[in-house]
């Protein structure tokens, strides 16, 4: 049966999940937009773990979106490695099934492959003791996996690189961030496997915007520009897990409606 639920913003996000029957909840440990270190609700990340795991609810951990590992500036992505290995070590302490971290970019006319080279670096120095799963990003001419060239190039540059524990970096499918970076849903699973061998987890969101617009601005399945026929499609052909980002009070609908079709 297909793990499907939602990014839950409360905070108790496992009553969340329970309450709407979502066997998958994501969320952030402290707050997104900022440089603090990661917090455990509660304070025991073993009674945590445990209160999931007896409810059979999976947890994913979001990174914080300030996260560039692939900047050149060394103000950003010094603290950004800090703080990617601090989450990576708390999710792994509440037994979550992955860390999602955006791809990152560069700015201005720097050289992509720098930020390649930086991720790179990233990967050599970080431990990881859950898989690592890099997100598909909307918009950005210098982004590290806007576009799926962008996408092979990264990961072509990954590809025989070991962290010290040689722990797993996966993928995380947006469907949002793929109409608006302009990629056809209607292969884009295959064509994403074809470059990353995986897709470990799918945050399935309807888009505000049009296909090709670079906006990174959700919607709920039945509001946006996106089929919401392509959307199953897209869950279907993936096979992973599934976790809805799609705006509140919306968001418990939209995650009956697809384990209505695939749960």
């Given at each position: 049966?297909?793990?499907?639920?939602?990014?839950?913003?409360?905070?108790?996000?496992?009553?969340?999940?329970?309450?709407?029957?979502?066997?998958?909840?994501?969320?952030?440990?402290?707050?997104?937009?900022?440089?603090?270190?990661?917090?455990?609700?509660?304070?025991?990340?073993?009674?945590?773990?445990?209160?999931?795991?007896?409810?059979?609810?999976?947890?994913?951990?979001?990174?914080?979106?300030?996260?560039?590992?692939?900047?050149?500036?060394?103000?950003?992505?010094?603290?950004?490695?800090?703080?990617?290995?601090?989450?990576?070590?708390?999710?792994?302490?509440?037994?979550?099934?992955?860390?999602?971290?955006?791809?990152?970019?560069?700015?201005?006319?720097?050289?992509?492959?720098?930020?390649?080279?930086?991720?790179?670096?990233?990967?050599?120095?970080?431990?990881?003791?859950?898989?690592?799963?890099?997100?598909?990003?909307?918009?950005?001419?210098?982004?590290?996996?806007?576009?799926?060239?962008?996408?092979?190039?990264?990961?072509?540059?990954?590809?025989?690189?070991?962290?010290?524990?040689?722990?797993?970096?996966?993928?995380?499918?947006?469907?949002?961030?793929?109409?608006?970076?302009?990629?056809?849903?209607?292969?884009?699973?295959?064509?994403?496997?074809?470059?990353?061998?995986?897709?470990?987890?799918?945050?399935?969101?309807?888009?505000?915007?049009?296909?090709?617009?670079?906006?990174?601005?959700?919607a709920n399945f039945d509001a946006g520009t996106i089929d919401p026929q392509a959307l199953l499609d897209v869950v279907r052909a993936a096979g992973a897990p599934v976790v809805c980002e799609t705006p509140e009070p919306g968001l418990i609908v939209d995650i009956g409606w697809l384990r209505d079709r695939l749960g």
């Open positions: 049966m297909m793990r499907i639920g939602g990014h839950f913003h409360s905070d108790h996000p496992l009553d969340d999940a329970v309450g709407c029957g979502a066997k998958v909840a994501q969320f952030f440990l402290g707050d997104p937009q900022g440089w603090k270190g990661p917090v455990i609700p509660g304070g025991d990340p073993g009674a945590l773990r445990d209160a999931y795991a007896a409810a059979d609810v999976d947890v994913y951990i979001h990174a914080p979106y300030v996260i560039n590992v692939a900047s050149t500036n060394n103000r950003i992505r010094i603290p950004s490695r800090k703080l990617l290995d601090q989450h990576l070590k708390a999710a792994a302490s509440i037994g979550a099934k992955g860390l999602i971290v955006h791809g990152g970019h560069v700015t201005g006319d720097i050289d992509p492959g720098q930020g390649v080279a930086n991720w790179v670096k990233a990967i050599e120095q970080i431990e990881r003791p859950l898989p690592l799963l890099i997100e598909n990003t909307a918009g950005g001419n210098g982004a590290m996996a806007r576009t799926l060239d962008a996408i092979a190039r990264l990961w072509e540059a990954m590809a025989d690189v070991t962290a010290p524990d040689g722990g797993e970096v996966g993928f995380c499918l947006d469907t949002c961030h793929a109409n608006s970076a302009g990629i056809d849903l209607a292969d884009a699973v295959d064509r994403v496997k074809a470059i990353t061998g995986r897709i470990d987890l799918v945050h399935c969101n309807n888009s505000r915007d049009p296909f090709d617009s670079g906006a990174d601005r959700h």
